[in-house]
């Protein structure tokens, strides 16, 4: 790790290694970032502006080195470049700014890189364009992680900054997986295909379950659930992506939080033609569906809760979730033809026992199982959850698209600076 006399980078005559890596995340209304140290993984801060436009923004800042210590801050932040800026002034305030010569990039999460990018790259302003070229296809995401990587681009402008694409695991997908059966011309004067996202979680949770298993990721076939308030399933082949739920848009698959997943095209004909416009249906089945819609809440601890007392719309979202679940797991035990593990993964996947177990329960025809015991217990670790006699393991791995990102940002740019 850095010597702290190297803070700020100001008197040391000594050249510092280029050791640390800042992730940005930049959604619509919030900017999330990370700083890590790449010698041994650590997180040195977190931190998260959310709110931005509004009155009541909020910044909450963590320093996690020499005695963690979180600030938070309430009050206007007018858009993503004054987000940044406070950040910025936050981790300087902790020693940690981002003019320190231990910085070696910012990684940055873009959403769609379409087929082009299939590995991160190092972004200049031809790549800044292709991703503007995109924002047709992910309208609500690539403009705020544009805006990101030009604030950041503007507060040090000598410093790589990289892009890590949420579709790029996915870009292995056959033709046959990735086209939707319409017209081929249509579909491509539209760029319109399945693209996935959740890459990132996807490349990093299948490389851990080979791990967990110990065998290399060459060597496995996984099924991989993340289940958080977005979700999505892929097959992964030998390490490579083979099919992914989620679509187009991340509309597409499982049922989520607020999405709908899975639905006939043609109910959005439908409810047009019933007088609602366009974007009010977008707002339905991005916003207003999946459980959230089906119940009223979308967070699964508040669903258990609710299903333990008896409440019968709690019950019926739960199994209207986990039938898509279930559906998702045989269709990819078919694309795979051998399954070694299913994982499951993100804040649902993660820690609810019952969605684990439900998904699981009656697929024993599959060669799944779930040990009780195993799957009860409360862990931050890989682990495994199926009985040592089941032919295919059952697996928890927490996801990290945090250290992924800046594992990929170093591997691109680390060589040039050590
Ligand atoms: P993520 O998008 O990965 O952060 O996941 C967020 C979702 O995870 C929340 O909306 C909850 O539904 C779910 N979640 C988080 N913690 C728990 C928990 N302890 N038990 C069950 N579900 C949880």
Known sequence: MTTPTAEGGTASPVTVAANRVLVLNSG????????????????????????????????VHTRLVGGGLTRERI?????????????????????????????AAIGHRVVHGGLRFTEPVVIDDEVLE???RLVPVAPLHNPAN?????????LRPDLPQVAVFDTAFHTTMPEYAARYAIDVETADAHRIRRYGFHGTSHAYVSRKAAELLGRTPEEVNVIVLHLGNGAS??????????????GLTPLEGLVMGTRSGDIDPAVTFHLERAGMSTDEIDVLLNKKSGLVGLCGDNDMREIRRRIDEGDERAALAFDIYVH????????YSAVLGRVDAVVF?????????PVREAAITGLEGLGLAVDAEL???????????SPDCARVAVAVVPTDEELEIAVQTFALVGQAHN
């Open 345 to 353: 993964t993100a804040g649902v996947g993660e820690n609810s026992a």
């Open 146 to 154: 544009i805006v990101g990587i030009r604030t950041a681009q503007a």
């Open 233 to 246: 399933a892929s097959a992964v082949a030998g390490g490579r992506c083979v099919e992914t739920s989620m």
């Open 75 to 103: 009050g206007p932040v007018a858009d993503h470049e004054a987000a940044l800026k406070a950040a910025a002034e936050e981790l300087a305030a902790d020693g940690l700014g981002l003019d320190s010569p231990a910085l």
């Open 130 to 132: 292709e991703i503007e």
């Open 28 to 59: 619509s209304s919030s900017v999330k970032y990370q700083l890590l140290d790449m010698s041994d993984h650590t997180r040195l801060a977190v931190g998260l502006v959310e709110r931005i436009g509004e009155e009541t923004s909020r910044l």
């Open 324 to 331: 898509r679940l279930k559906k998702y797991i045989g269709a």
């Open 375 to 385: 799957n009860a217990v409360p862990s931050g670790a890989p682990r495994l959850i």
